[in-house]
């Protein structure tokens, strides 16, 4: 992979790396508890349930890279922007805008990753 300087050329690089439907339910999954956690804290007064964002979050993720992608997570390289990008696609995804943005980053419908991508 080139390098690269910009969250706007890093963006369709994480969608590629996202190509399997599973895996972004994974990572939906994961910043969903994340959110859910992020807003039941101050309710409950149990800040120290913020030591489980991390756990919840990278779990679900590197899980979904590990057993359905079978690639690297882009955090390894790349963490803030992953974490952004993370957040990005989830809330496309929530809003129903995501499978444009697959499209315009050359994710095939189906979800293969062998296809010829930009």
Known sequence: MKSIARFQDFWPHYLREHARPGTRVMHYAGTSIILLLLGAMPLAGR???GAALPVVG??????????IERNRPATLRHPLWSLRADFLMW????TGH?????DRAGV????TVNAVMP
């Open 47 to 49: 800040w120290w349930m």
């Open 58 to 67: 990278y779990g679900f993720a590197w899980t979904g890279h590990g057993l």
């Open 91 to 94: 809330y496309r995804f929530m």
């Open 98 to 102: 995501l499978a444009e943005e697959l």
């Open 108 to 111: 095939p419908r189906d979800g």
